[in-house]
């Protein structure tokens, strides 16, 4: 059995294609348990809360370098880092 892989952005690019994991930022809305206001209403609280996604892609060289492309404003400005450590899951 032969498996190919090809380009998720363009399925005839088969050659020189790579897996690549990347990270998207993003912001979780989590709502909180009520609160009592002066007025003796309760509303529940709700905050932003710093979330990232992780997303994995098969990329030939062309499409690989649009990606690059679109993130060069923000990798201009950026500081390189080493990736994050994983955390550990605390059990239930």
């Known amino acids: 059995m032969k498996v190919e892989a090809y380009d998720d952005l363009d399925p005839t690019v088969t050659g020189d294609v790579h897996l690549h994991t990347f990270a998207v930022p993003g912001m979780e809305v989590r709502v909180g348990a009520a609160k009592d206001d002066e007025d003796g209403s309760s509303e529940f609280e709700t905050r932003l809360i710093p979330s990232v996604q992780y997303y994995q892609i098969e990329l030939g060289p062309d499409s690989l370098n649009k ?4 993130l060069k404003p923000f990798i201009a400005a950026a500081k390189e880092c080493e990736p994050p450590k994983g955390r550990k899951v605390r059990g239930k």
């Open 67 to 70: 990606l690059h492309d679109a």
